[in-house]
């Protein structure tokens, strides 16, 4: 039985000038993203998608149709304050969902080369994948590890929880004997693909530093202005209070029913940085710590901690600086002592 389909998958896009109108229309909603990195990536993300589509078929299908429109649509009411749209987008152009999170981590998993024939001798003597004897990479189980730590990651839910840091092989079967190579095989490779789909990746370098830039003001922001749009004269101007009572009924009071899904704010420097301290705690710091010898991570708060100590200029002295205002409380009290 045809599972029935949304009657607006019926109208598909059937010619080019349609495709272009509605092409155009979502590149230029792109460039009224409020953030940076988000401008840059949807718009490239976009041109991927129409170029892959247009290079696998003619004639797209109703379901392409719709996954372009809502496209659209998910820009439209970001640019206009909707938080979840507003929200969506920055995820998917930071790589904390959807492609660039793969790209992100494929990244991070690259092996090494091996610089000498000892190196490789080493590499090759390797167990195979998922069979006995075999370790995920290390930084994958130092980055489950403090991702499954982190109660902010947890509790905002955008990737699937890490449950466990080992593989759950069972040391026996229903029938009191012991596991087989292959199913034991098949659960490492559940594991570690389960893992994968529940990390979140480290950002460049670079995007990074935009990210903290945005964050503390050193990156300079402001709100896109948008392109003015032609006015659009309504038919039922012309027509009589007859004419609108019969096509759009009576006049109701003022309702909720255009809330329902959210409502617009005024996208401000003050909204995008409670995003930005958001998405910035979802964010692993990645390092090196040279005493064990691993990779560690770090993870910034969603909430802006108050510095409880200040750095002093190098060139006023600790000293000379306390010793002054100590010296300056106490003449301060001599004055005013009563004279006896």
Same mark, same amino acid.
């Not at 991070?108 to 000498?116: A, Q, S």
């Not at 095989?185 to 950002?203: D, F, G």
């Not at 109701?252 to 899904?261: L, P, Q, R, S, V």
């Given at each position: 039985?045809?599972?029935?389909?949304?009657? $607006? =998958?019926?109208?598909?896009?059937?010619?080019?000038?349609? =495709?272009? $109108?509605?092409?155009?229309?979502?590149?230029?909603?792109? @460039?009224?993203? /409020?953030?940076?990195?988000?401008?840059?990536?949807?718009?490239?993300?976009?041109?991927?998608?129409?170029?892959? +589509?247009?290079?696998?078929?003619?004639?797209?299908? /109703?379901?392409?149709?719709?996954?372009?429109?809502?496209?659209?649509? +998910?820009?439209?009411?970001?640019? !206009?304050?909707?938080?979840?749209? &507003?929200?969506? +987008?920055?995820?998917?152009?930071?790589?904390?969902?959807?492609?660039?999170? $793969?790209?992100? #981590?494929?990244?991070?998993?690259?092996? !090494?080369?091996?610089?000498?024939?000892?190196? #490789?001798?080493? &590499?090759?003597?390797?167990?195979?994948?998922?069979?006995?004897?075999?370790?995920?990479?290390? %930084?994958?189980?130092?980055?489950?590890?403090?991702?499954?730590?982190? @109660?902010?990651?947890?509790?905002?839910?955008?990737?699937?929880?890490?449950?466990?840091?080992?593989?759950? %092989?069972?040391?026996?079967?229903? =029938?009191?004997?012991?596991?087989?190579?292959?199913?034991?095989?098949? %659960?490492?490779?559940? =594991?570690?693909?389960? @893992?994968?789909?529940?990390?979140?990746?480290?950002?460049? !370098?670079?995007?990074?530093?935009?990210?903290?830039?945005? &964050?503390?003001?050193?990156? /300079?922001?402001? /709100?896109?202005?948008?392109?003015?749009?032609?006015?659009?004269?309504?038919? @039922?101007?012309?027509?009589?209070?007859?004419?609108?009572?019969?096509?759009?009924?009576?006049?109701?009071?003022?309702?909720?029913?255009?809330?329902?899904?959210?409502?617009?704010?005024?996208?401000?420097?003050?909204?995008?940085?409670?995003?930005?301290?958001? &998405?910035?705690?979802?964010?692993?710091?990645?390092?090196?710590?040279?005493?064990?010898?691993?990779?560690?991570?770090?993870?910034?708060?969603?909430?802006?901690?108050?510095? #409880?100590?200040?750095?002093?200029?190098?060139? %006023?002295?600790?000293?000379?600086?306390?010793?002054?205002?100590?010296?300056?409380? !106490?003449?301060?009290?001599?004055?005013?002592?009563?004279?006896?």
């Amino acid at each position: 039985m045809a599972i029935p389909q949304p009657q $607006h =998958w019926v109208h598909n896009l059937s010619t080019p000038k349609q =495709w272009r $109108h509605l092409f155009r229309a979502t590149l230029r909603e792109c @460039t009224y993203l /409020p953030d940076p990195i988000a401008r840059n990536y949807m718009k490239n993300h976009i041109i991927s998608r129409y170029r892959t +589509v247009s290079s696998r078929s003619p004639k797209a299908g /109703p379901q392409v149709v719709h996954a372009a429109r809502n496209a659209l649509s +998910v820009l439209r009411r970001a640019n !206009e304050g909707y938080s979840r749209p &507003l929200e969506k +987008v920055l995820l998917l152009s930071y790589g904390r969902t959807g492609r660039r999170r $793969h790209e992100l #981590l494929a990244k991070m998993l690259t092996p !090494e080369i091996p610089n000498d024939s000892k190196a #490789l001798k080493e &590499l090759l003597s390797q167990p195979a994948d998922f069979s006995d004897g075999w370790e995920p990479p290390a %930084i994958v189980k130092n980055l489950a590890a403090s991702q499954m730590q982190n @109660t902010v990651v947890t509790a905002a839910r955008i990737r699937p929880l890490i449950k466990q840091l080992e593989p759950p %092989i069972p040391k026996q079967d229903s =029938w009191g004997k012991e596991l087989a190579k292959c199913r034991k095989k098949n %659960i490492r490779r559940q =594991w570690y693909s389960n @893992t994968l789909c529940s990390l979140l990746p480290p950002l460049p !370098e670079k995007d990074l530093r935009t990210l903290e830039g945005l &964050l503390s003001g050193t990156v /300079p922001w402001g /709100p896109v202005k948008r392109r003015d749009s032609k006015p659009q004269v309504s038919s @039922t101007e012309s027509s009589g209070e007859l004419f609108r009572l019969l096509a759009r009924g009576p006049e109701k009071g003022t309702t909720f029913a255009e809330y329902a899904n959210g409502r617009p704010h005024s996208i401000t420097i003050r909204l995008m940085r409670r995003q930005w301290r958001r &998405l910035s705690a979802l964010v692993p710091r990645q390092y090196w710590n040279p005493i064990s010898q691993k990779w560690r991570f770090l993870w910034d708060s969603p909430k802006e901690i108050p510095r #409880l100590s200040f750095d002093l200029d190098s060139s %006023i002295d600790p000293e000379a600086f306390f010793k002054e205002s100590i010296q300056a409380k !106490e003449d301060k009290t001599e004055a005013h002592q009563p004279s006896q």
